[in-house]
């Protein structure tokens, strides 16, 4: 389970353009640290393939205590999560 977050933690920091105001800076700042956009790409990766079954598995802890919330997160979360894939 704590694969996918750690990737995403792990991402936001290597980031080279999280403190960017525009699209110039942007892409200015992805040009000059070439490896570190590699390394978010691999870890964005690492995150896609492994954030969903980190969610099932949560869910299956849960889903006995509360099971039409756990449906809903489920309902909710899947899709965004298999969407992070369209932002890399």
């Given at each position: 389970?704590?694969?996918?977050?750690?990737?995403?933690?792990?991402?936001?920091?290597?980031?080279?353009?999280?403190?960017?105001?525009?699209?110039?800076?942007?892409?200015?700042?992805?040009?000059?640290?070439?490896?570190?956009?590699?390394?978010v790409?691999?870890?964005?990766?690492?995150?896609?393939?492994?954030?969903?079954?980190?969610?099932?598995?949560a869910?299956?802890?849960?889903?006995?205590?509360?099971?039409?919330?756990?449906?809903?997160?489920?309902g909710?979360?899947?899709p965004?999560?298999?969407?992070?894939?369209?932002?890399?």
């Open positions: 389970m704590p694969v996918g977050p750690a990737a995403v933690g792990a991402l936001r920091y290597v980031l080279p353009y999280y403190g960017a105001t525009d699209n110039a800076e942007i892409v200015s700042a992805a040009t000059r640290h070439r490896g570190a956009e590699s390394a790409l691999w870890l964005g990766l690492v995150a896609v393939l492994t954030l969903v079954p980190g969610v099932i598995a869910a299956r802890l849960c889903r006995d205590a509360a099971p039409r919330l756990t449906g809903w997160a489920l909710l979360v899947v965004g999560y298999l969407s992070v894939g369209a932002l890399l």
